[in-house]
T-cell receptor, first 114, second 113 residues
Framework: DSGVTQTPKHLITATGQRVTLRCSPRSGDLSVYWYQQSLDQGLQFLIQYYNGEERAKGNILERFSAQQFPDLHSELNLSSLELGDSALYFC?????????????FGSGTQLSVL | DQQVKQNSPSLSVQEGRISILNCDYTNSMFDYFLWYKKYPAEGPTFLISISSIKDKNEDGRFTVFLNKSAKHLSLHIVPSQPGDSAVYFC????????????FGTGTSLTVIP
């Protein structure tokens, strides 16, 4: 158990809808990362928050947004969903924000857009 | 733009033999490299790391080798065990790349009993 909690584990929705994925980092970790893993793809970095502030942005679509709350949990909002958004979404956390941290991953949210 | 590449999607090895997983990167600014292991229905878990000031790091049965001039790293597992069957991801980062971790596409290792 990595200590990172993601909910829900599975999500099935229709095109055009909006969903929210939730992540609770490990106790004491200030940094949260969101990754997307599509079929046969590596983990694509979406966005990173550190202590409530956006720290780094990757290939995140404009239809997607995220935030980190004062209690350090994070939410990833996906809107106007398309079939191609179907993927496994991982959240990871680390103590600090640097590029030399070990990331601890949650077990992911499997999103299916029908 | 895939800055970290794992060109072998899968690898099968007999139990007790050596498993060698390879990873190539294109960005010479990367100076910290990690390997993660992922079982089905679980998130990736950290396995071993190496910084660019070293060319080898060992942890039990796992050894990572770094060849900076070739922009190549490899993970050696000796001896391989059936429980090592998983997907292995390599990742790279540096402070200069905005603290982002770049992951490869993964290699699925099967250790045959």
């Amino acid at each position: 158990d990595s200590g990172v909690t993601q909910t829900p584990k599975h999500l099935i929705t229709a095109t055009g809808q909006r969903v929210t994925l939730r992540c609770s980092p490990r106790s004491g970790d200030l940094s949260v990362y969101w990754y997307q893993q599509s079929l046969d793809q590596g983990l694509q970095f979406l966005i990173q928050y550190y202590n409530g502030e956006e720290r780094a942005k990757g290939n995140i679509l404009e239809r997607f947004s995220a935030q980190q709350f004062p209690d350090l949990h994070s939410e990833l909002n996906l809107s106007s969903l398309e079939l191609g958004d179907s993927a496994l979404y991982f959240c990871a956390s680390s103590k600090q924000a640097g590029g030399y941290e070990k990331l601890f991953f949650g077990s992911g949210t499997q999103l299916s857009v029908l | 733009d895939q800055q970290v590449k794992q060109n072998s999607p899968s690898l099968s090895v007999q139990e007790g033999r050596i498993s060698i997983l390879n990873c190539d990167y294109t960005n010479s600014m990367f100076d910290y490299f990690l390997w993660y292991k992922k079982y089905p229905a679980e998130g990736p878990t950290f396995l071993i790391s190496i910084s660019s000031i070293k060319d080898k790091n060992e942890d039990g049965r796992f050894t990572v080798f770094l060849n900076k001039s070739a922009k190549h790293l490899s993970l050696h597992i000796v001896p391989s065990q059936p429980g090592d069957s998983a997907v292995y991801f390599c990742a790279a980062s540096s402070e200069d790349t905005g603290n982002q971790f770049y992951f490869g596409t993964g290699t699925s290792l099967t250790v045959i009993p």
